[in-house]
Nanobody, 118 residues
Framework: QVQLVESGGGLVQAGGSLRLSCVAS????????MGWFRQAPGKEREFVAD????????YYPHSVKGRFTISRDNAKNTVYLQMNSLKPEDTAVYYC???????????WGQGTQVTVSS
């Protein structure tokens, strides 16, 4: 059974930084893509970043490119999301997710709250 457990959320002032962690367990994740999404109140879930486990190739939408960095630690089965220069509009619940390469996202964590004050 795949489990994704996020941590690292919290309250930070605008311009500050946070690092989210996602510990993945239940299988080997080679050939998987690990991602981060977020959802603010009243809004749809939004793609934030993803990384291919094997190659380390990462992708970001324009809204976070240059501010957020996704990475993974193979030995710890952990994916990170380093968030810098945070803005109030980054406030949301952040979810870790995983999919087999070429498939839809299937596994989701419980989410961690990030709140950025102005």
């Amino acid at each position: 059974q795949v489990q994704l457990v996020e941590s690292g959320g919290g309250l930070v002032q605008a311009g500050g930084s946070l690092r989210l962690s996602c510990v993945a367990s239940g299988r080997t994740f080679s050939n998987y893509v690990m991602g981060w999404f977020r959802q603010a109140p009243g809004k749809e879930r939004e793609f934030v970043a993803d990384i291919t486990w094997n190659s380390g190739d990462a992708y970001y939408p324009h809204s976070v490119k240059g501010r957020f960095t996704i990475s993974r630690d193979n030995a710890k089965n952990t994916v990170y999301l380093q968030m810098n220069s945070l803005k109030p509009e980054d406030t949301a619940v952040y979810y870790c997710t995983a999919r087999y390469s070429g498939s839809d996202y299937r596994y989701w964590g419980q989410g961690t709250q990030v709140t950025v004050s102005s």
